[in-house]
């Protein structure tokens, strides 16, 4: 079981994490919640579906909650890449502020 470094909650029994928004150049973004990534566009991703009251396949959140830090589902709101290894708004980096 992990504990999520930025709520300090068990990550499977947490419906969202806190944080909406991440900073990155001085802009704000509001986080991608879970169930809201583009790639659920995606003709691959839609055909797995997300239901209600599904749980995120790496962090656990439920549909529409935030994803926890450092969760490799969460989606980048300003690049729309994989957040961990992107543009450089890393969630544990400096730029999660709120
Ligand atoms: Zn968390
Ligand atoms: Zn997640
Ligand atoms: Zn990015």
């Not at 986080?31 to 239901?51: M, N, Y």
């Not at 656990?60 to 992107?86: A, R, T």
Request: hydrophobic share 30%; aromatic share 4%; charged share 25%.
């Amino acid at each position: 079981m992990a504990v999520c470094k930025k709520c300090r909650r068990e990550m499977l029994e947490a419906d969202s994490c806190t944080g909406n928004t991440l900073s990155s150049d001085g802009l704000d973004y509001a986080r991608v919640r879970f169930g809201s990534e583009a790639q659920w566009s995606d003709p691959q991703w839609k055909a797995l579906g997300i239901e209600q009251g599904d749980r995120c396949g790496d962090c656990g959140v439920s549909v529409g909650g935030l994803h926890h830090l450092d969760c490799d589902m969460e989606e980048c709101p300003k690049c729309k890449g994989q957040l961990i290894e992107c543009c450089g708004m890393h969630a544990s980096g400096p730029h999660l502020v709120r």
